[in-house]
Structures are given as C-alpha cells and as structure tokens.
C-alpha cells in the first residue's frame, strides 16, 4: 500500500531552521513529483515547494524563496524540505504529497497520494 510519512515538525524559534522528511513507502518514489504544502488555521492548503520525479524541475512559493530548499534522494526513498530562517507566519501543518506525473505545478488538486502531515511552530 502506497503510503507517505513526514518527520521533522517542531516548535522552533524566529530565524531558526528545521528539516522535514517524507519517507515512501509502498511504491517507488522515483517515478513520481513530490510536493510540499502546509495548512494554516482557517487557511487553505497551499503549495509550498515541489519536485520533479527525477529532481532536475523545482518550484518554490514565492513567500519562501531563498528560504526553503528541496530535495531527493531516491535511493533512500525520500524528499526533504529544509526550512531556513523561519517566520511565525510559516507556522503550519505541512503535508506531502505525491503524482505520478513526472512533474506538476505545486498545487494540491494535481496530487493524489497524501501524508497525514507534521506540525512546525515558529514562535518566541
């Protein structure tokens, strides 16, 4: 069964950084993009940053430009978003998600298999 797992949430401080980790498991994750969204309280879900499924095409943001990064390693069956200089309005459950395009707009309604997300908490 298909299944994706985030890691790494937390309550962090203003300019601090944290990386989220979305293990696969179930399927091979080198034939599907990957993204990364997040929900904030009384918000919708929007795309925070996706990936090709071969890593080369990335898409990011733009509130989180220069910030954040993502990446792939295939091998480990896994995609990460390191999260640079947090801000209290980054405050969010952020998800993963993947489609089995090769590469998709960050935009929740294109992807198909989900995680049950991780918390992040930016505040002093």
């Known amino acids: 069964q298909l299944q994706l797992v985030e890691s790494g949430g937390g309550l962090v401080q203003p300019g601090e950084s944290l990386r989220l980790s979305c293990a696969a498991s179930g399927f091979t994750l080198n034939y599907y993009a990957i993204g990364w969204f997040r929900q904030a309280p009384g918000k919708e879900r929007e795309g925070v940053s996706c990936?090709?499924?071969?890593?080369?095409?990335?898409n990011y943001a733009d509130s989180v430009k220069g910030r954040f990064t993502i990446s792939r390693d295939n091998a480990k069956n896994t995609v990460y978003l390191q999260m640079n200089s947090l801000k209290p309005e980054d405050t969010a459950i952020y998800f993963c998600?993947?489609?089995?395009?090769?590469?998709?707009?960050?935009?929740?309604?294109?992807?198909?298999?989900w995680g049950q997300g991780t918390q992040v908490t930016v505040s002093s």
């Open positions: 990936i090709s499924n071969s890593g080369s095409n990335t």
């Open positions: 998600a993947a489609t089995s395009r090769l590469f998709s707009p960050c935009v929740p309604a294109r992807y198909d298999y």
